[in-house]
């Protein structure tokens, strides 16, 4: 599957199938019902956004629970690179300059494409701190 991908193939549940069939382990934990299933577990492109929003709001509520002030710099300071990563240059050059627009930021970073960019901030704190209180 390596090389399908490094070739730029798309990797689908029919192309595991294909490339798998044969495998024993694969057989083992319930083959080609097993890989559909998780590509229906698996959240929607339309749902990507909302995740993003949702790990957002978890994170800096339980941040801010804590009074977790160097969570909150982190991601005071990730988000100017998440802003250029969305093409806007100039949003993240005021950032930069502005320590109060970035603590602002961090609390109203939830929303669209930012949240989306900040995402894997949000899953690694929550991950190593929890959600709950």
């Known amino acids: 599957m390596v090389m399908t991908w490094e070739r730029g193939s798309v990797i689908t549940p029919l192309t595991l199938h294909a490339a798998m069939k ?9 083959g080609h019902t097993y890989l559909s299933g998780l590509a229906q577990a698996a959240p929607a ?11 957002h709001d978890l994170a800096v509520r339980r941040a801010l629970r804590h009074v977790d002030v160097e969570f909150l710099w982190e991601l005071a300071r990730a988000i100017p690179a998440a802003e250029a990563s969305e093409g806007n240059s100039i949003e993240a050059g005021r950032d930069i300059t502005k320590v109060t627009a ?4 961090a609390i109203d970073s939830g929303k669209g494409e930012i ?17 709950g209180s």
């Not at 949240?115 to 959600?131: Q, S, V």
């Open 22 to 30: 044969a495998d024993p382990g694969l057989v083992e934990v319930g």
């Open 45 to 55: 492109l339309a749902n990507v956004r909302d995740l993003a929003r949702i790990l």
């Open 102 to 105: 970035l603590l602002s930021d």
């Open 115 to 131: 949240a989306e960019a900040l995402r894997p901030l949000y899953i690694d704190y929550l991950a190593k701190h929890g959600a």
